[in-house]
């Protein structure tokens, strides 16, 4: 065979290696991609909007009401938690004087928190990182928090996930994303 021929002949059967890789979408081996996991906050209702019982004629997106209950929720659990009460004191004493307004700071601070590591687009947390939110740096915090406290932290956030439904699995799932930020909060 002389060189020409040798060049034809590998050109040819390359162009038949390239064109049989070549992805053919109907081609029924060819296998179809993944669906992409949902986020948490998917799994929380998402972006689909839904009328918000706490301002009526107002609309939210369900995975941000989903979490603000919870957190909600989670934070009169802590009220009633002789050990972690001692950390809230400001916010006990504004709370027991009539004023919600840190209440309402903190709730629209968790939730925002939480909406943004659970995967949500829409919302921005623009609070203290978690290692000043969590020692002197945020005078409303007294003390240091152990890890026996976060520990409690963790059982009373689920005991505010419980009270407002949220299925087991999803529970599970914020209880790893929780446990993500042991390192940060646990101070001493
Ligand atoms: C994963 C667990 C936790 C998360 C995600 C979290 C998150 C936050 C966030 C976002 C704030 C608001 C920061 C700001 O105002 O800029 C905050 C404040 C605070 N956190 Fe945590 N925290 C956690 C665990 C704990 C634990 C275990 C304790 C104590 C036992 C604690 C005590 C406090 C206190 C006392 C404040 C100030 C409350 C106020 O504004 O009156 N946190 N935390």
Do not use: W
């Not at 992805?23 to 009328?51: H, I, N």
């Not at 001692?86 to 903190?106: H, I, R």
């Not at 999803?170 to 042991?182: C, S």
Request: some cysteine.
């Amino acid at each position: 065979m002389n060189t020409l021929m040798k060049a034809a002949l590998c050109s040819t059967l390359l162009a038949t290696a390239f064109s049989g890789c070549k992805k053919d979408d109907d081609d029924p081996m060819t296998p179809t991609p993944p669906a992409p996991t949902p986020t948490l906050y998917q799994r929380l209702g998402g972006t689909t909007m839904v009328g918000d019982p706490a301002n009526p004629g107002q609309m939210i997106e369900q995975g941000y009401l989903g979490l603000r209950s919870v957190v909600d929720s989670t934070i009169f659990v802590i009220a009633g938690d002789a050990q972690l009460q001692p950390y809230f004191a400001v916010l006990l004493a504004e709370v027991g004087s009539g004023d919600l307004t840190g209440f309402a700071a903190l709730s629209e601070n968790l939730t925002e928190f939480f909406a943004v590591a659970t995967g949500s687009q829409n919302y921005n947390y623009d609070g203290l990182n978690m290692v000043d939110a969590h020692n002197s740096a945020n005078a409303r915090m007294t003390g240091l928090v152990t890890n026996a406290d976060f520990d409690q932290f963790i059982v009373d956030l689920v005991a505010g996930a419980a009270q407002n439904n949220v299925p087991t699995d999803i529970v599970t799932d914020i209880g790893a994303l929780v446990e993500t930020l042991r390192d940060p909060i646990v101070q001493q």
